[in-house]
């Protein structure tokens, strides 16, 4: 467990790397790149799966968990930035664990833009949701995620971050055309869409999340999924 972390990081790592030469190199292929990176995020569990054997019923609950993560950001898409998905994901990584959570969120970008619209953001989401999952699974154990005020301190932290981080794409792909003062002037026009994306984080943690988590855990418990 402790090396399909690692090599979880590692990926990580690579990816981001991947995500931010990508624009300045072939940003019109970015169903391949978004494709690509989903193929990435299974790399741990293939790995899980030359260990022990991976059932098919945790393929299914993945599936699931991260249809249930995509389907629901659709009702909202009249309301930028609020959407429940980022629950959704720290609830089921908290539950099921970091590789579970990267899986989820990559798995959420690209189906529910499959809705929303595809674009070059796609993988840049794919990635930031899929580290939402990651870093909510890595603090599962910890005092801080254990307690509804540390969830919900995680989920506004993020909200701002996935906004940033979602800004660097914009950043990366105009770098030689803009000026730090635009760079400056972008990143401040986005916060009060960020604030919204805390804000809804922390509604649907402080509403649903105990429940959320009590549910997965009895399929997880039920089922012997991901032990």
């Not at 990926?11 to 940003?27: G, H, N, Q, R, T």
């Not at 401040?188 to 984080?201: E, G, I, K, T, V």
């Not at 997965?216 to 089922?223: G, V």
Request: hydrophobic share 55%.
């Amino acid at each position: 467990m402790a090396r399909s972390k690692k090599t979880l990081i590692i990926l990580s790592v690579a990816v981001l790397l991947l995500l931010c030469c990508f624009p300045l190199i072939i940003s019109e292929h970015y169903m391949i790149v978004s494709l690509l990176i989903m193929g990435i995020s299974f790399v741990p569990f293939m790995y899980r799966f030359s260990k022990q054997k991976l059932t098919s019923r945790e393929l299914v609950m993945l599936a699931i968990l991260g249809a249930i993560a995509a389907v629901s950001r659709v009702p909202f898409a009249s309301l930028p930035s609020v959407q429940p998905t980022t629950f959704v994901i720290i609830a089921a990584a908290i539950v099921l664990g970091p590789q579970s959570g990267f899986v989820i969120g990559v798995l959420a970008a690209i189906v529910s833009n499959l809705f929303l619209g595809q674009g070059p953001w796609t993988p840049w989401q794919m990635y930031a949701w899929g580290m939402i999952g990651l870093t909510a699974g890595l603090l599962r154990n910890t005092l801080f995620m254990k307690h509804m005020l540390g969830r919900c301190v995680y989920g506004f932290g993020v909200g701002f971050l996935f906004g940033w981080f979602m800004n660097l794409w914009f950043v990366v792909s105009m770098i030689n055309q803009i000026s730090w003062t635009e760079i400056l002037l972008y990143y401040s026009a986005s916060f009060y869409f960020d604030l919204a994306h805390a804000l809804s984080n922390v509604f649907f943690l402080l509403l649903f999340s105990n429940a959320w988590i009590k549910i997965i855990k009895r399929f997880k418990t039920k089922y012997g999924l991901f032990e």
